[in-house]
């Protein structure tokens, strides 16, 4: 799908209270921008922001930094902050690439990364721009806590075996996963869904899901 650029996203999203300028990896930055000593969780490619505003909503006590890399999809997330009585403190925006997260977060950093239905990169050249190839999984592993956890959720099957498939090469753990995540009862307890979650789910798609650690 043919990404719309709307040129007024870029002057929004920095004047923004939600989203964070020139972030920095150093020692209690993240610390002095929510006040708190809260643990830190991140959503990658966070596209309009449902699922992490609904997370922050419901649990104050977690600072949530959702992540996105283009302006224009990001500013929809600004709006539906803007939109509400009262925008969850401990929510933050970034507009950034993935590429650079060891220069934001500090090594051990976070407590847990989500990623939601990201990019498949189809093609096979194209396989380490995977948010869940080798290369990025070594890139999450320096801003993980000892005890913290990935969550990746796709409908894309393909994408999904390669994804497991990694894990072991990039020496992870998988703690649990499933191919069908709506009838999995301890899986899909508390479960948010995605904007496209919802979407392929409609369509009958099943959703597939995995949980790892280091």
């Not at 209690?28 to 922050?56: S, T, Y």
């Not at 649990?59 to 600004?78: F, H, M, Q």
Request: hydrophobic letters at 35%; charged letters at 25%.
């Amino acid at each position: 799908m043919r990404l719309r650029n709307i040129p007024s996203a870029d002057g929004i999203i920095a004047e923004s209270p939600f989203c964070i300028q020139n972030p920095s990896s150093c020692p209690d930055f993240w610390k002095n921008v929510f006040q708190n000593e809260n643990p830190i969780h991140i959503e990658i490619g966070m596209g309009k922001g449902d699922f992490i505003i609904q997370l922050a909503q419901q649990n104050p006590d977690i600072n949530y930094i959702g992540i996105e890399k283009y302006t224009s999809v990001l500013l929809r997330a600004v709006q539906k902050l803007q939109r509400l009585e009262a925008a969850p403190a401990c929510l933050r925006f970034l507009c950034m690439d993935a590429e650079n997260l060891s220069e934001v977060f500090s090594p051990n950093e976070v407590s847990r990364i989500y990623l939601n239905f990201s990019d498949p990169w189809p093609k096979k050249r194209h396989a380490r721009r995977r948010l869940t190839s080798r290369q990025f999984l070594s890139l999450y592993d320096q801003i993980l806590a000892s005890h913290g956890t990935l969550e990746f959720k796709t409908d894309n099957k393909l994408l999904f075996d390669f994804s497991l498939e990694e894990l072991p090469e990039a020496h992870w753990n998988l703690d649990s996963f499933t191919y069908d995540l709506h009838q999995d009862a301890q899986m899909n307890q508390n479960n948010i869904m995605t904007e496209y979650e919802k979407k392929f789910s409609a369509l009958g798609n099943p959703i597939y899901k995995f949980i790892a650690s280091r």
